[in-house]
């Protein structure tokens, strides 16, 4: 039984012990909050029994295997880096950083110190994606992407009026980019590596950050488009187009329906039975790989993180979107 710390108590954080209920091999002990009686009624709530307003003593517990990390983006290296230095394993929620010479420097932590870091992207484990890696030979030669992931903030109505939030912050790393372009840019970058080039553009707001973009890649012999959205919504499904047939996929985070149309017309179900609690294999590929004696996760490996860091930090500059933390790195 793994013994976990959670930092940050929001939503996502609830979503994740939802999903540890289903998960074998999870004890939920600590709880950090910058307010100690926030984190004692989060722990009561859940079941925790040790609390901490300091994440120092917190990494430095016994009572902690590995910690869980919801923090705002800024945060999110030092703090990787303070529980790694610590061996503790560490499930940090996307995106993984700021840019790639912190990613660089949180991997590089986490292989000298023999402890497992992984970035909390639920797709690479989603039953239904490795489908699509399995079925992709189906399709023929794959010549265009369309990743798609555009949804309206809760948030944005009180930004439009006036107060802005967390989510539209540059000085905490966010924005359209970074919040949801990442589930759109994940699977790109994992199926067909690195581009050869790339270009992007983007609405960006008052505030500093971009409410949303539009990346093209480009391959030697294909090329996608990955469009996100903080300020719109999206009803199109995204593709994966080859020369026999495409990959319609419902939406690209969630991937609770994938298939096959032919170009005949014909179609192919290629879904498979998927928990309606996506962070449940996310957190069973964390929790088995610890198990297993790994510190490197086979569907999550340091090289796609990494590759997908760089490309956020390219389209980042392509569109003129620089956070503090460039500044410190």
């Given at each position: ?24 091999g ?12 926030k ?7 859940y ?13 430095r ?5 590995a ?37 660089k420097?949180?991997v ?17 484990s ?37 107060e ?15 919040d ?19 270009s ?30 903080k ?26 329906s ?10 192919e ?9 996506p ?12 198990e ?5 996760s ?12 760089d490309?956020?930090q ?16």
């Amino acid at each position: 039984m793994l013994k976990f710390g959670v930092i940050g108590t929001s939503n996502i954080t609830e979503a994740l012990l939802f999903a540890a209920k289903l998960a074998t091999g999870f004890q939920l002990t600590s709880v950090y909050s910058r307010s100690l009686d926030k984190a004692k009624e989060f722990a009561d709530k859940y079941g925790a029994e040790y609390v901490f307003d300091d994440l120092n003593e917190m990494a430095r517990s016994p009572h902690i295997d590995a910690v869980y990390i919801a923090s705002p983006n800024s945060l999110h290296c030092e703090q990787t880096c303070l529980f790694l230095k610590n061996k503790k394993h560490v499930l940090c929620e996307k995106p993984l950083c700021s840019n790639f010479h912190e990613a660089k420097l949180i991997v590089q932590t986490a292989m000298e110190n023999g402890v497992l870091l992984m970035e909390a992207m639920k797709t690479c484990s989603l039953p239904n994606y490795l489908s699509i890696k399995l079925n992709l030979h189906k399709i023929g030669k794959v010549r265009h992407v369309s990743s798609h992931y555009c949804q309206y903030s809760s948030r944005y109505d009180r930004f439009k009026s006036g107060e802005v939030m967390n989510a539209f912050k540059p000085e905490l790393s966010n924005g359209a980019l970074m919040d949801i372009g990442v589930y759109a840019l994940y699977p790109v970058i994992d199926l067909f590596g690195l581009p050869s080039n790339l270009s992007a553009s983007a609405v960006m707001l008052s505030s500093g950050v971009d409410g949303l973009g539009t990346a093209l890649l480009e391959y030697k012999d294909l090329t996608a488009s990955v469009t996100y959205s903080k300020i719109t919504d999206m009803r199109v499904p995204s593709e994966i187009q080859g020369e026999n047939g495409s990959i319609i996929i419902d939406h690209i985070s969630q991937l609770n329906s994938v298939k096959i149309i032919y170009r005949d017309g014909s179609e192919e179900d290629i879904s498979v039975p998927q928990s309606p609690t996506p962070m449940i294999y996310e957190l069973n590929e964390f929790i088995h790989t610890i198990e297993s004696g790994g510190t490197e996760s086979t569907l999550n490996s340091y090289s796609l993180m990494l590759k997908v860091s760089d490309v956020m930090q390219h389209i980042r500059k392509k569109i003129g979107l620089i956070f503090p933390a460039d500044k410190i790195s």
